[in-house]
């Protein structure tokens, strides 16, 4: 058995960025959410099938661990559903200590017996996701619901991959019993701005009125529960704008952000008509440093 002290780290290439990950055995979780020694394994950083196995072998020398305390902002979707069984299978709770998000909000969380969102943590989805190769060999980079659509000219791997990924969530929305509403609200606001804007990169022009840039979505309990989530104990959201403004500076995301709302008033984003050239290229002169 590893030393009760050992940390077992790694690095990640997640979507082309190099990241570090690291697993610490039980008694060295960030935060307690028990007294009891050994009953506590806390992960941080994106999620992939190394950083899986390394969570079912830690697992393994410690069979009395309860809780996953998670920190993390997503990853691979394979690899997170394949979290997700783990953690169903152990029956863990699922602590939040500073963020879940992505793939991390869509499957691990939901899976724990019991959940607990720590004070100052939050949990978040943004819009689907999709890298393809193209018959030419370029990589083309999809979000929104422009997916389906980008698969003209894809080359035949990608497809047949986009096509299990699709069916791999698909059965994973099932068996944890979620609904997809929240997930195709936001992605709908980000087909809606693309097309406000122009451009295929939503983060590419700064907020224009009416149409705000917003990257996550930040659920409370509420929200989640409606979208299917059981089970929630604790649950810290933040209360104010004081409160939220810190999510932003801990987290070190652009301020504005998060989305922070219901999906009535999320809907009503980006609605009017698309941005004709020359007030795009005003957008753009005022994203420009100035010198």
Not at 22 to 31: F, G, I, N, S, V
Not at 57 to 62: L, P
Not at 259 to 281: E, H, S, V
Request: hydrophobic content about 40%.
């Amino acid at each position: 058995m590893a030393r009760r002290d050992q940390i077992i780290a790694g690095l990640a290439i997640i979507s082309g960025c190099l990241a570090p990950h690291a697993l610490a055995a039980p008694d060295m979780a960030a935060e307690k959410t028990s007294a009891v020694p050994d009953k506590h394994l806390s992960i941080s950083g994106p999620i992939n099938a190394h950083f899986v196995a390394e969570v079912a072998r830690i697992s393994s020398s410690y069979p009395t661990i309860r809780v996953l305390v998670i920190d993390s902002e997503g990853g691979e979707v394979e690899a997170a559903i394949q979290l997700g069984r783990l953690v169903r299978e152990h029956g863990w709770e699922v602590a939040v200590k500073n963020k879940c998000l992505s793939a991390c909000a869509n499957y691990v969380f939901p899976a724990g017996k019991r959940k607990r969102v720590l004070p100052n943590s939050w949990v978040g989805i943004h819009e689907k996701t999709r890298r393809f190769r193209l018959a030419d060999g370029s990589m083309q980079y999809v979000t929104g619901n422009e997916i389906d659509a980008a698969m003209t000219g894809v080359d035949a791997v990608s497809a047949s991959a986009a096509r299990k990924w699709e069916a791999d969530d698909a059965a994973a929305f099932r068996w944890l019993g979620l609904s997809t509403v929240f997930v195709q609200n936001f992605t709908n606001y980000i087909s809606s701005r693309k097309r406000v804007l122009g451009v295929e990169d939503i983060h590419a022009l700064p907020d224009v009125p009416g149409c705000p840039r917003y990257r996550f979505w930040a659920l409370d309990k509420k929200q989640l529960e409606e979208m299917g989530v059981t089970g929630i104990d604790e649950f810290w959201f933040p209360a104010n704008k004081a409160e939220e403004l810190a999510l932003y500076n801990d987290k070190m995301l652009p301020a504005g952000s998060i989305y922070i709302g219901g999906p009535d008033k999320l809907n009503t984003f980006c609605q009017g008509p698309a941005l004709n050239w020359f007030q795009r290229q005003w957008l753009k002169l005022q994203r420009e440093p100035q010198s």
